[in-house]
């Protein structure tokens, strides 16, 4: 006799270590609560996924209401994946969907749900023309050039966006606050309504099990109940700022000290599904670690650790340079070593490079620039910040320089015999053309000869975390007993099954795409066009 098939999702949903969020609040007294509003579709969250899907629904006849719980909109983003866009048409580009859909699932070690990848990559593109028909020709996409190198590929469609000159409409001048705005003008035009400053604090089901509302508090404190009458969406974001998360679910966040924190990333939707039995990610859980931390650059050039030592061919992507550097003693971060040609090593190769492999983006869309760069390190040096946004600042020199590399490694605080080794070994693979040590093109291979020598401080910034409630394609939340929840649904990083293990750059702004690409399948699923 066969066994009885225990067809639970294998996924984290029963409790594992007592955390404080494996415990649901106590639900709040009825008499508690001093209002009822209702509408056919309850978005908890109004970032980029909850605005989209949210715009889309009301444009198919769907009433709408969003609560988010910060007063003011909050867009993290530069850049949007849409794959094969009219834009990318026009200028001949095309990606190939397949080898695309084989590179996610390599970087995401196989443990995605192929179907919500497809749908993303299916439908990224004609989510993005949707926003754009939006704008009366307001704003316009321009492709960004990925990494030219032989590490990974970037594929061709990734976006930025512009507005045109004489705008009337927006005010954001173009990256994720354009996208929300655009979204969040549309929603409420079409009669949507928001409602900024509203916190949800869990789910309610029927004596069916259909989640049917959640209760919210609003900043002067009042209650509140919302019922979504065909549907609640969770999209709330990601759960970057909850510690006890990071541990549970993606715990190599946490060994980065520096962390780029947007109010309210605290994994709420998560936990509310897990409260209303969902299945959850299992670990890992993808991390994006961009190289922001410290100076924020790195370039191509020799990378040493903590110990003075190499430990990587440093030809590749921001997120895998922040992962190496965080599995080195002491992680955290690393050094970029090189001399007074710095400027002309960079020129010469600026055109072979490309993408996020070594330089921020605003670098790469604008050209070799050598100003630029010089008096990025200059500033460095002084100890200040080369980003605009206030965002790391420092009074620490994140870039050293010296005569001798002696005197350098004691301004580094590295081991004096470990660099000059390291560098010693570089200059000879430098001389070969060939890097047999970590196989790093030889293009790239530059001497470190002609004092004064820099070494210039990069680490990891952690940026998000991409876990959540699992979902079948029509975005439906899945019980931890592999059966849909009833009324439950979730899109952008509150939902689950897209990313694991570590986060695929191979398509920059993947993130604002999957919100275009489920906010077209989200009002089809809820308006039976599926
Ligand atoms: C520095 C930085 C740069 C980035 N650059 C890019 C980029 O160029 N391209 C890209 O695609 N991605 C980028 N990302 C990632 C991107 O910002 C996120 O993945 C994206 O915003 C996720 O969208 P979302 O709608 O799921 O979540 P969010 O945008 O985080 O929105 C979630 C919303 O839910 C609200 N919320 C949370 N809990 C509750 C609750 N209990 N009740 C009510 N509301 C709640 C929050 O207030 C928030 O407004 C970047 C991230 C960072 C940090």
Known sequence: MPGKLDMKFYSMNSPKKGY???????????????????????FIGGGISGLAAAA???????????????????????????????????QGLRVDKKKFAADWLKVSGSRVEESLMWIFINRSGEGFEWMLSLTDGEVYPRVYVGYKGPMF???????????????????????????????????????????????????????GGRVVSCVAKSGDGKLSRYIGERAVVLATGDASDDKEMLEAFCPIGLRASKQYKRPGNTGDGQKMAYWAG???????????????GYS?????????????????????????????????????????????????????????????????????????????IAGSIERLMKGESIRHDGYDITNDPNCKKADTLEELAEKMDVPADNLIASVKRYNELAAQGDDADFGKRSELLTSITEPPFYALKWGPSLLDIFGGALINAELNVIGSDSNPI??????????GGMYAVDYPLLLNGNSYGRALAYCMQLADSLTGKL
């Not at 969902?278 to 922001?292: K, Q």
């Not at 009833?486 to 939902?495: C, M, T």
């Open 20 to 42: 404080s969020w494996e415990t649901p609040p106590e639900p709040v007294l009825e008499s508690e609560i001093a209002e009822t509003h209702k509408a056919d579709v309850i």
């Open 56 to 90: 889309r629904c009301v444009s198919q006849g769907l009433d709408c209401i969003i609560i988010d719980k910060n007063e003011r909109m909050v867009a993290v983003a530069g850049q949007i994946g849409a794959i094969n866009s009219k834009e990318m048409e026009a």
């Open 153 to 207: 590929n970037e594929y061709p469609a990734t976006h930025h966006l512009y507005l045109k000159e004489g705008s009337t409409q927006y005010n954001a001048r173009g990256g994720g606050m354009l996208a929300c705005e655009i979204f969040e003008k549309d929603y409420l035009k079409n009669g949507g309504k928001l409602s900024r400053g509203t916190t949800a604090l869990y789910l309610e089901k029927d004596a």
């Open 278 to 292: 969902a299945a959850i990610d299992n670990p890992e859980w993808a991390p994006t670690l961009h190289v922001l």
């Open 296 to 372: 924020g650059l790195q370039f191509f050039f020799l990378h040493v650790n903590r110990l003075g030592k190499r430990f990587m061919n440093e030809d590749t992507w921001m997120q895998a340079k922040s992962v190496r550097c965080l599995m080195q003693p002491g992680g955290d971060f690393a050094f970029s070593v090189f001399d007074s040609k710095y400027l002309d090593e960079i020129g010469a190769r600026w055109d072979i490079i490309g993408g996020q492999g070594m330089t921020p983006h605003h670098m790469v869309d604008e050209g070799f620039d050598r100003e630029v």
């Open 486 to 495: 009833p009324g439950l649904y979730a899109v952008g990083n509150a939902a």
